[in-house]
């Protein structure tokens, strides 16, 4: 089923789900869009998703802005994380790779609340499970009394695409029926 982009200012639910998913990764994402929206360098770490979290942080902002340009800036904003998480990897530094992981995850997780809000329940489910699968080295490694430091964030990005997996269903049946 294609997309059909649809501005967020004649849809108020859109409106709403869009913040209803800001606030759900609040503690991760709103330190990143608040620095591009104020210009400066938006992430230290991974300088070169700096570009891409901007522009998801100005269509974000904008009541004008079609669903389908704010899932296009998120997956720019999640590759640019994957690529710092690739550079990470290849240099041995743990850590800095699992914090480009969740970065990466949290727009994969936004995209995929915003295709499920858009109807498209297949591109919805692989973004969420791309978003899973993405942060779940992160909560595998280490061990029990030294895990990785961005572990409970990762659990609370799994969790919540877990969440919303559930709130899709299995697409192989359709949508599911209103009240469901």
């Known amino acids: 089923m294609p997309l059909v982009p649809r501005p967020f200012a004649a849809e108020s639910v859109g409106v709403k789900y869009l913040a209803l998913t800001i606030l759900v990764l609040g503690s991760l994402l709103a330190p990143r869009l608040e620095a591009a929206a104020k210009g400066e360098q938006s992430d230290p770490a991974c300088p070169n998703a700096d570009r891409a979290i901007r522009t998801y942080a100005r269509l974000a902002k904008e009541e004008s802005t079609r669903v389908a340009d704010a899932i296009e800036a998120a997956g ?15 240099a041995g530094d743990s850590e800095r790779a699992h914090y480009a992981a969740v970065g990466s995850a949290q727009y994969l997780f936004t995209a995929g609340r915003l295709l499920h809000f858009s109807g498209d329940l297949h591109g919805a489910r692989e973004a969420l499970d791309a978003a899973i699968a993405e942060v779940a080295d992160t909560i595998a490694w280490g061990t029990p009394d030294s895990p990785s430091a961005y572990q409970a964030a990762a659990i609370t990005l799994r969790d919540e695409a877990e969440d919303e997996l559930a709130e899709i269903g299995d697409v192989s049946l359709g949508p599911l029926p209103a009240g469901s």
Do not use: M, N, P, V
């Open 76 to 90: 720019a904003a999640s590759a640019a994380f994957e690529r710092c998480g690739e550079t990470y990897r290849a």
